[in-house]
């Protein structure tokens, strides 16, 4: 068979909250290494590279989009291009805008669309299976692909299949979907044989979706093409159009297309896999002791069992003793303890939180910005202490502020630090003073990132206190940073 150039398409402008305290809306689990050093986001992209696949397409948000070159680039990564949604409109409009998109610059593209926040250690049997679905797709076929069911699971969804899995694993034709079902259903679906879990990855040639769209779905088509048409290039990033994109429907692919069209197939795949839907998977994914406990960071057990500890933050220890099946995550500025059983209602505590107006809600302690990050190290009435790291050759903007001065302290590295018309280096150890409404701008001229320590005072603290003169990354003065 004829090798076929694939182009990867992620999905990771989700916010996920049922791994809260750690994914948040400002950094949601796609970004966070869950599972050993990389992040999820990192393992999906690295898990479509390869012999036979085009640099991988990435939609995201506007507020992610310099998270996503960043890990991309951690990993060697150059990514063929990074659309910009103007804002979420579930997983039908992004993926049709993908198409679109990929079909303009190759007729015969064919997509592999994947969620990027699943665990799929095998990236070779995840390979293998893609290629198996590739004569399903010369067909005129839309591919999707399922998991072998390990147990009747309530949390996911399920294929039904025109009949079991053959041996080979060949696709099979695809009868239709069903929703998340109660234990007893799941447990005679996972009986019957002929059930996968939707793992909600899809391969197909971009003119057989638009397609599929034409006949399906044609009131989510005419917006996303206008959104594409009217798409600016931004820093290396393709915007769409925010106005017709806003008159897109809040649709899911599988809604919107899948379970209407006719020409549709799906290849089991009995590797592991995991969509980290909650605590629990975590704990059943990552390397459990004797007791089927597991730790991470500064995290101790003591005669626990079927237990999840993990602490996230430097210099906290955390410890359980004699805890069984129980979640315990602890974070600088958040603790979450909770029975295992309850791992799906954690998004409950969010909605809890957000009711309360609490930063820890939505707000990831460190917070990204397209030069580094930041994190607040003490906050009180008129004063507010910051460590800040500055990536290599980064530069925030050039800024002043109506209600804060501001004092910084290098401590590794060398800051190129503008304060009105005066422009000096300062190195570790050595400080500088910046007064209420001087313009400013610290930039990183090294080639290691350059740390230090910013203290705040005034009357106003927030980050929307900035008046913005330039900016290299192209933000508008209501952005922060």
Known sequence: MEVRLIYPTILCGGSGTRLWPLSRKSYPKQFVPLLGEETLFQASARRLTGAGYAAPVVLTNSDFRFIVTEQLAAVGIDPGAILIEPEGRNTA?????????????????????????????????????VQRGLAAVDQGQIVTFGITPTRPETGYGYLELAHAPEASEAPVALTRFVEKPDLARAEEMVAAGSFLWNAGIFLFRAADMIAA????????????????????????FLRLAPEPWGLAPEISLDYAVMERAANLSAVPFSGAWSDLGGWDAVRAAGPEDATGTVTSGAATAID??????????????????????????????????????RAQDVKKAVEALKARKAPQAVQFPKDHRPWGWFETLALADRFQVKRIVVHPGAALSLQSHHHRSEHWIVVQGTAKVTVDETVQLVTENQSVYVPLGAIHRMENPGKVPMVLIEVQTGSYLGEDDIIRYDDVYARGQGAKG
């Not at 409009?93 to 799929?120: C, G, N, Q, Y």
């Not at 989510?220 to 820093?235: E, N």
């Not at 993990?310 to 909770?338: K, Q, Y």
Request: hydrophobic share 60%; proline share 5%; glycine share 6%.
């Open 93 to 129: 409009p992004a993926v049709l805008a993908a198409a679109l998109h990929l079909h303009a610059i190759d007729a015969e593209a064919v997509l592999l669309v994947a969620p990027s926040d699943h665990a799929i250690p095998d990236a070779a049997a995840f390979q293998a299976a």
């Open 213 to 236: 769209f034409e006949a399906h779905a044609p009131e989510v088509l005419a917006p996303v093409r206008a959104a594409l048409a009217g798409a600016q290039t931004d820093l290396g």
């Open 304 to 341: 626990c069992t079927a237990s999840l500890l993990r602490s996230e933050s430097e210099g906290l220890e955390l410890v359980g003793i004699g805890l069984d099946n129980i979640i315990a995550v602890a974070t600088n500025d958040a603790v979450l303890v909770a029975d295992m059983s």
